[in-house]
C-alpha cells in the first residue's frame, strides 16, 4: 500500500522469495519452513522515482532492526530483506543501509540482509493490492492504515 501510492511506481506484485521451495504456497511460506521471505516486487519509471528513493521510503516503513520480526509479525518468512537485481542496486542498498545505520533514524543497529534475487515466486491472486481490496480488515485498519498515516501524513 504504501509503495502503491508513489508516482513513479509502475506495477507492484505480492510474493516470495529467498526460499530454497519451488512455487511456495501462502500456508507453506507461513510455516516458517520454506526460508522463503513475503516480498513485494516493485516496477518503476527511474525518470520519475529513483531507486534511492524506494530505498528511503522502504526504511521508514519496516522494523530494520528486529531478526525475523515485523511487529507482532515473527518468524524467518519476516526477516528484513533487499533482494536487488543488479550490481547496482546492491551498490545503492548498502550505502542507504550505511547511511540509515549512521543517522539516528534507529537507535538500534540495521539487520536487513541484502542479497541478489534468484527467483521470484508470485503470491496468490487474493494476496495482490491486499490493502487496497481489504482496507476494513483488522490487520489492514491496526497496521497498514497507521504506517500509511505515519509515512504520508494523510
Known sequence: AIFDNLDGVVDIRAGYAGGKVQNPSYEQVCSGT??????????????????????????????????????????????????????????????SKKEVNESDMYQDSIVTEITPLEIFYLAESYHQNYYRLNKKAPYCQSVIAPKLEKIFKL
Open 34 to 95: 520454506t526460508g522463503h521471505v513475503e516480498v513485494i516486487q516493485i516496477d518503476f519509471n527511474p525518470q520519475i522515482i529513483s531507486y534511492k528513493a524506494l530505498l528511503d521510503i522502504l526504511w521508514k516503513s519496516h522494523d530494520p532492526t528486529t531478526v525475523n520480526r515485523q511487529g507482532a509479525d515473527i518468524g524467518t518468512q519476516y526477516r528484513s530483506v533487499i533482494f536487488y537485481q543488479s550490481e547496482k542496486q546492491r551498490v545503492l542498498a548498502e550505502e
